[in-house]
């Protein structure tokens, strides 16, 4: 089992590496995309097949989908040479730098982390939906009311009205 | 008999207070009824203090009263109270009388004159100043008045304001008296310090029982108070302001400048006069700078063409003899000669102002002439006026003054042959200068047509001080002439008896001298100004003539060693250097601002790399502690 | 059973959110920018299943839940935010939109 851990794992990797690193938008969420599944195989070896289901349906069904929707909307395929002239190899090393340093501290600071109790059975989404629905009702129901709050937000900041100026104003 | 001495300077106070709050709002006639009204009813106020004080004399010889507590801060305790003596008492009758008199002059010279409320606030003021300092019972409410009498002399110095020449003047005065503000009110310090108490009674008292004579502190300290006086009195080396002040209205230069401020310093030295027979260095000082004063002045007054400022210098010459009595101890000579110095000047000024009206603000007394004819009262009072600055033999009051300090000042214990020569020799040129000024511009070709004649509020006040410039001096007469000593007795209540060397000169024979010299200077100035004007003339263009013209270079002398350096300074100073320092502060934080505003640009991936760094950062350091 | 050891997972979630950081530091259009924002968002997700699935509690599952409930509401207001601007200024560099700055 933990070989398909590893090897989940280096496809997410890499395909992550490729998304940041295309040049075309849509060839980039593809790869995210790809990513996105690796990490929902993760998932499901983990003990966790709700969240598994739940990754792909909600985060690559439709977050990623909404993705390619406004960038076809924009258009912006054809800004590949926009993008080659922005995205040259010397913009990568500071970054990837920082990068190192920063994963280098958090191997060393998760060196020490305490044993785990003895496994005795994964966790079905049985329970997570109780503890959903009894813990977490409170914060169930604010996460919709947010949701809602989203739905409106979008609708209102995606609507272009044109801008009409009085023809008296109107500079001559 | 508290209150009235407690009236008489709170009533020309409460004119100030009325004419400065409503003085737009009256018309000119109220504004002159008050102000000089107020005066006046302080002069009927020290008439009936006065009465009742020679009545409960000898057992009674001073009265106070304190009007309420003033500063009570740990040992410092000083009252507003007032204290009533011999010396006060001449000095208020002085300071009401003759400023009742100026005041009435005033509502006729100041008619057309604009400000006029504030002309009369100020001149109230001042008379409620100097009726403080000379009634006040300890140092530090005599300094306020002496304060005060400097702001008003100040104010109304600069009365003219829109002509900056008389800013200037006022300036000077401030400064210079400033100065000896200054030494003053340390000697008061160090009074205070030695005596813990500011009542000038306990403080002398005590000053006799612990200070030894001739110690350093009583010489320092004496000098201290002398520096003050000085100032004050205009004498040297203080004495450049005096010439200069006479840009104010003559009625300002005869009521301060004549009668009463300037002889502030002389009630100071007689009021504290048990400290300087403590330092006896100190008083011959005194003497020598009240001999020196009185010469250079007198030769100064020579030379002068304009008016007024032969009167100043006469003015300072003669408290330059009013110092040379304190000097030598002659207390009472001295008061004697403030008062009848007071009524002479006073009138010389009102009339001088009168003449100066008359012809159109005409100061030059070259340019003036033959006005005997055409104003034959002012003349007439001029006349008089000048005969008793002279000291002319017997019939003036000057000359019984006059006459006193000569004798006192060479027969007194600390008195000399050299300061009465001094003296005598002032005397002279005294007689010259002043019938100098008479023949010059009553007798002659009128060269200035008087424009109108003055009406009866400015010449009754004339007459009246012309009165008592010939009839004050009776009340003190020498023994060899009618021995009346009403003053002397008066004034000794307060002051000691001068001490007379018993020498073996007669008296007599001083007063003929001076008697002679006298009548030989007015005969040596109708020689020359009038009978020959040629000789007066060639002598004018000379340059003697004008090093006395410009008070012995005194005023140059200063410019130099003072004004110029300091100006020099501060031309230097002109980029401030510490005002660099704040620039430099203020020029740091910009260059600051627009670093930081570098990393400000808005760009959003230059934020997150901050960010980016700064957690990096922040998480090795604390991995790595 | 998985026995992977619990570091090297949540190594794992650590390098995919700084290969999202990267993705974000080094890309200019606003689209990868957002699209960088959810990689990060995903791997913080998975640091909590991780965790959870360590301590045998449901806890874990519920929160990432929750941070995908919020991770989608804000790429809805996100993308209708860059719609908005790409209108206005008909670009979608992100370093064009820079007018709060400092005007010195």
Known sequence: MNIFFYIA???????????????????????????????????????????????????????????????????????????????????????????????????????????????????????????????????????????????????????????????????? | MSTYIALIPAIPLLGFLVLALFGQKLTGKTIGIIGAGTVGIVALLTLIAGTEFLRSLPQVKSYSVVVWHWINAGNLKADISFSLDALSLVFCFVITFVGFLIHVYSIGFMAKEEGLSRFFAYMNLFVGSMLILVLADNVLLLYLGWEGVGLCSYLLIGFWYKEPANGYAARKAFIITRIGDTAMIIGIFILFLSFGTVNINDLMRQASEKWVAGSSIAVITAALLLGGALGKSAQLPLQTWLPDAMAGPSPVSALIHAATMVTA????????????????????????????????????????????????????????????????????????????????????????????????????????????????????????????????????????????????????????????????????????????????????????????????????????????????????????????????????????????????????????????????????????????????????????????????????????????????????????????????????????????????????????????????????????? | MLTVPVEIQIILAGILFLLGLIGLLVRRNMIFMLMSIEIMFNSAGMVFVIAGNHWKQPDGQVMFIFILAVTAVEVAIALALLLQVYHHFKTLDADSVNKLRDHN
């Open chain 1, 9 to 172: 794992g280096a496809i997410a990797i890499m395909s992550t590496i490729m998304a940041i690193s295309r040049r075309n938008a849509i060839h980039s969420l593809l790869f995210l995309i790809l990513s996105l599944l690796a990490v929902s195989v993760i998932f499901y070896l983990l003990n966790a097949p709700f969240i598994a289901a739940l990754e792909v349906i909600i985060y690559a069904g439709a977050i990623m989908v909404l993705f390619i929707f406004v960038t076809m909307m924009l258009n912006i395929g054809m800004e590949g040479r926009t993008e080659k002239k922005w995205l040259s190899p010397q913009m990568w090393i500071v970054p990837a730098i920082l990068a190192a340093v920063l994963l280098a501290d958090f191997i060393l600071a998760i060196r020490h982390v305490p044993d785990s109790p003895p496994a005795d059975q994964a966790i079905l989404p049985k329970q997570v939906g109780i503890s959903l629905f009894t813990t977490y009702l409170l914060a169930v129901e604010i996460a919709a009311i947010l949701l809602m709050a989203g739905v409106i937000g979008a609708y209102h900041l995606g609507s272009q009205k044109k801008k009409v100026t009085h023809r008296f104003l109107i500079k001559k």
């Open chain 2, 265 to 625: 310093g002389v009630y100071l030295i007689a009021r504290t006069h048990i400290l300087f027979s403590l330092a006896p260095i100190v008083q011959t000082a005194i003497a020598i700078i009240g001999a020196l004063t009185l010469l250079i002045a007198g030769f100064s007054a020579l030379a002068q063409h304009d008016l007024k400022r032969i009167l100043a210098y006469s003015t300072i010459s003669q408290i330059g003899y009013m110092f040379l009595a304190l000097g030598v101890g002659a207390w009472s000579a001295a008061v004697f000669h403030f008062m009848i110095h007071a009524f002479f000047k006073a009138l010389l000024f009102l009339a001088a102002g009168v003449v100066i009206l008359v012809l159109n603000e005409e100061h030059d007394i070259f340019k003036m002439g033959g006005l005997r004819k055409k104003m034959p009262a002012v003349y007439l009072t001029f006349l008089i006026g000048a005969s008793s600055l002279s000291a002319l033999p017997l019939i003036t009051a000057g000359f019984y003054s006059k006459d006193a300090i000569l004798w006192y000042s060479f027969s007194s214990e600390t008195g000399s042959t050299l300061l009465w020569v001094a003296g005598i020799t002032g005397a002279f040129l005294t007689a010259i200068y002043s019938f100098r000024m008479i023949f010059i511009t009553f007798f002659g070709e009128t060269k200035t047509q008087p424009s109108f004649l003055p009406g009866k509020t400015m010449t009754i006040p004339l007459i009246i001080l012309a009165v008592f410039s010939v009839f004050g001096g009776f009340v003190q007469l020498p023994e060899s002439i009618g021995n009346i000593h009403l003053f002397s007795n008066l004034v000794d209540n307060t002051l000691p008896a001068v001490v007379v060397n018993k020498t073996g000169h007669s008296e007599i024979v001083f007063q003929l001298l001076s008697a002679i010299i006298v009548l030989a200077g007015i005969y040596l100035a109708y020689t020359v100004y009038l009978k020959k004007p040629a000789l007066s003339e060639s002598f004018s263009h000379s340059r003697l003539n004008r090093f006395f013209e410009k008070g012995w270079g005194f005023d140059k002398l200063y410019d130099v060693i003072f004004v110029k350096p300091v100006v020099w300074l501060s031309e230097i100073d002109k980029d401030d250097f510490f005002d660099w320092l704040n620039i430099c502060i203020s020029r740091l934080a910009l260059l600051m601002n627009r670093l930081l505003g570098i990393t400000q640009n808005g760009k959003l991936r230059w934020y997150l790399m901050s960010f980016t760094i700064g957690i990096a950062l922040i998480l090795t350091y604390l991995i790595y502690r």
